[in-house]
């Protein structure tokens, strides 16, 4: 069967239930593709101690530049209640014009996508002037510890370059061409701990009630405002996620309080400036948030999440340019250039070569009946060689 036909690339990648870490023969099954293609097909096991080994795939078709890569993951979320479904999750029915099962959108849909716009550019002109390469991770769901991180590292170590990256995440809010992604906002998250001394509710003044604290802390941190965002991005915005005293008993004062916040900040910051803000915020609002009154300031402490997620912007012309170029072509839509959303892969891609993010439309992602659109998964695919066409003239010029 020719790797040419995404709906039929999709099914079988579907048929894999690679539910993060297994990689359930996705990476198998998209081997099985490529090498008809011409590409060099590597599958690299990344470990960590106290995490589950996952395997990766790194093709290359071409050994001279430019070079493009296309970046993804084959690995999905579980799919939940499978009664709940109408179809089975890892089936990859179609009923009427729609395609169900886990995966669908994101994103093995976008990796069944460009393996048919690669096929068909081959087909109607050949192998491409300079290199394509797929990046694809069976951790993006997870940790992201053993994925595209490391990949990457394993790659550039071996000589690996690149000079442009296309990542297939479902980019699309509403309709396929609505939204190009040329960034995405950073993201620290973190544990505030303020302690008191316990006692009895009825005995207040022998004791010191440290959601007293709590609450001027984590109010600081909401407002005001950090900035009003800039031309690129929304302004950040910093949410406190839970609340927690430990304390099943409503007659005792407890010994600690504690709230999770999570930030995702625009680039007015970097994850260290943001952090000294934070700080500077808990600091004053302790000094004046005494948890009795006449007493000593309230005492808190601050524990950081291990790894947090940088902000970045894509400026690269040709490559958006190309893409967006693309996209107007097959669907008649000037896609937004936008830096919504979580965070991605493409945090670590930055680092290597400048990323945008562009695939299906997202609204069923993670749901009961995950599926999409038989017509956009042909769309997607004439958009992606449209995309591969440009982008290859464009670098050849440049």
């Not at 096929?119 to 797929?134: C, L, M, V």
């Not at 072509?329 to 000037?334: A, C, D, E, I, R």
């Amino acid at each position: 069967m020719s790797s040419a036909d995404p709906i039929a690339n999709l099914q079988t990648l579907i048929r894999c239930p690679s539910v993060t870490p297994a990689e359930g023969g996705a990476l198998a099954a998209l081997e099985a593709m490529l090498l008809p293609l011409g590409f060099k097909v590597e599958r690299m096991v990344a470990t960590e101690p106290g995490m589950p080994d996952i395997e990766n795939l790194y093709a290359r078709l071409g050994s001279d530049g430019p070079h493009l890569m296309f970046a993804g993951h084959t690995d999905v979320v579980p799919p939940g209640d499978e009664t709940s479904w109408s179809r089975p999750p890892f089936a990859g029915e179609i009923v009427g014009n729609e395609l169900f099962g886990r995966g669908a959108v994101d994103m093995k849909g976008g990796i069944a996508c460009f393996v048919a716009a690669v096929a068909r550019h081959i087909e109607q002109h050949g192998a491409p002037k300079g290199s394509i390469s797929f990046l694809i991770t069976g951790d993006e769901e997870g940790p992201a510890v053993n994925g595209t991180e490391k990949l990457l590292r394993w790659a550039a170590e071996r000589g690996e370059t690149w000079d442009a990256c296309l990542v297939g995440e479902p980019t699309n809010p509403d309709v396929l061409g609505d939204m190009i992604k040329i960034g995405r906002r950073g993201s620290v998250s973190g544990k505030v701990t303020v302690f008191g001394v316990q006692g009895h509710a009825a005995y207040p003044h022998l004791a010191d009630n440290p959601v007293r604290g709590l609450l001027p802390l984590a109010s600081v941190l909401m407002d005001p405002p950090f900035d009003g965002g800039t031309p690129e991005f929304p302004a950040s915005n910093l949410e406190v996620t839970s609340v927690d005293v430990g304390n099943p008993a409503t007659n005792v004062i407890p010994a600690k309080a504690s709230f999770a916040f999570n930030i995702r900040f625009n680039d007015t910051w970097t994850a260290d400036t943001v952090k000294a803000e934070i700080v500077r915020r808990l600091d004053a609002a302790a000094a004046g948030s005494p948890l009795r009154p006449d007493r000593e300031p309230a005492r808190y402490e601050i524990t950081w999440a291990e790894r947090p997620s940088h902000v970045f912007l894509t400026r690269n012309n040709a490559l958006i340019a190309s893409l967006s170029g693309a996209v107007e072509s097959v669907t008649g839509k000037l896609p937004k250039l936008s830096t919504t959303g979580g965070t991605s892969d493409a945090r670590f891609i930055k680092d290597y070569c400048p990323v945008v993010e562009f695939g299906l439309v997202g609204q069923t992602m993670h749901m009961i009946d995950e599926r999409v659109a038989l017509a956009d998964l042909e769309t997607l695919t004439q958009i992606y060689g449209t995309f591969i066409s440009r982008w290859f003239d464009n670098a050849l010029l440049s």
